[in-house]
């Protein structure tokens, strides 16, 4: 991947982390530091790897996603509407009565979600059943699993897992979002998780670690992935839980938080600031 395209998904990126930050203060309250961790792993499949067609959501030979963390649909919700799945607009309906953008993604009523997600451990499941359909149909098409390292405490995932590495599922291309923390705490105080790389290699996957707000990395890690044919793949992402935000990364209940102190809307007004600075100078810079 060329400077240009780098470039390009790091613009990507602000613009989906400014998304993110605008609409929680809107609505009040939400699952920031989830949905922060995973920004960057969404700018790369929608700014680059991903097959779609936003105008067309339902696009047989379309590349899928599964949300399997889905408390952290406000990233998804982002993404989409930076991809033209829908007006801008709607992310500030968020969690509204009758909004199209619930709490949790909802396939019946967001356009370019492809499966209902929220009740943790589900989702890789899912997962693992669009990737065998896929197989059956010839279907030269991946889905993309997004599973919490919190939420991996769910044996139903380990079930799932076991399932797309017995039958060699390549084209489900697991993304862990190791960003050390969850609902109550930190990861390794809750339920030790240990090491995912020698965990998932011992499942029987091929897998890589990379820096999880590293666009280029994400990007290369993934191209890897679709080489291989003959094994489950995974990639997992260091992050950081409320990633590219230092104040939201060293908040300690970051998981959801509510806007309700001057201090918290102050340092949300400025990384919104110190965003919106970035695109302004890019887009001077492209435009001369």
């Not at 309250?29 to 097959?51: A, D, N, P, T």
């Not at 033209?84 to 199209?100: A, I, P, R, Y």
């Not at 044919?229 to 938080?257: M, R, W």
Request: glycine content about 8%; aromatic content about 8%; overall charge negative.
């Amino acid at each position: 991947m060329n400077q240009e395209e780098v470039k390009k998904l790091k613009v990507l990126s602000a613009k989906i982390r400014l998304n993110i930050l605008k609409m929680l203060e809107k609505r009040g309250y939400g699952h920031l530091g989830g949905s922060l961790s995973i920004v960057e792993c969404m700018s790369v499949l929608y700014g680059k790897q991903l097959r779609y067609d936003a105008n067309n959501p339902l696009w047989e030979d379309r590349d899928m996603v599964v949300l399997s963390k889905g408390h952290c649909g406000p990233a998804w919700y982002s993404a989409l509407a930076e991809s033209g799945f829908f007006s801008k607009d709607l992310l500030f309906t968020l969690n509204e009565g009758g909004t199209k953008l619930p709490s949790h993604p909802d396939r019946m009523k967001t356009p370019g979600v492809d499966m209902t997600t929220g009740s943790l451990g589900q989702g890789i499941s899912a997962a693992a059943g669009i990737a065998m359909g896929m197989r059956l149909r010839r279907k030269n098409q991946y889905v993309y699993a997004i599973v919490g390292d919190g939420e991996l405490n769910e044996g139903q995932c380990w079930e799932a897992l076991q399932f797309i590495a017995h039958y060699k599922l390549h084209n489900c291309i697991v993304m862990i979002d190791d960003n050390k923390k969850q609902l109550d705490g930190n990861t390794k105080d809750i339920m030790n998780p240990f090491d995912f790389v020698k965990k998932m290699e011992a499942f029987g996957f091929k897998v890589w670690k990379v820096k999880g707000d590293d666009e280029q990395a994400i990007d290369e890690a993934i191209i890897q992935a679709k080489q291989v044919k003959d094994q489950a793949v995974c990639i997992v992402l260091d992050t950081i839980k409320g990633q590219g935000v230092p104040y939201f990364e060293n908040l300690i209940d970051n998981h959801s938080v509510k806007y309700n102190s001057q201090e918290m809307i102050e340092e949300n007004h400025k990384a919104i600031y110190e965003l919106q600075s970035y695109l302004e100078k890019e887009n001077s810079v492209c435009t001369h």
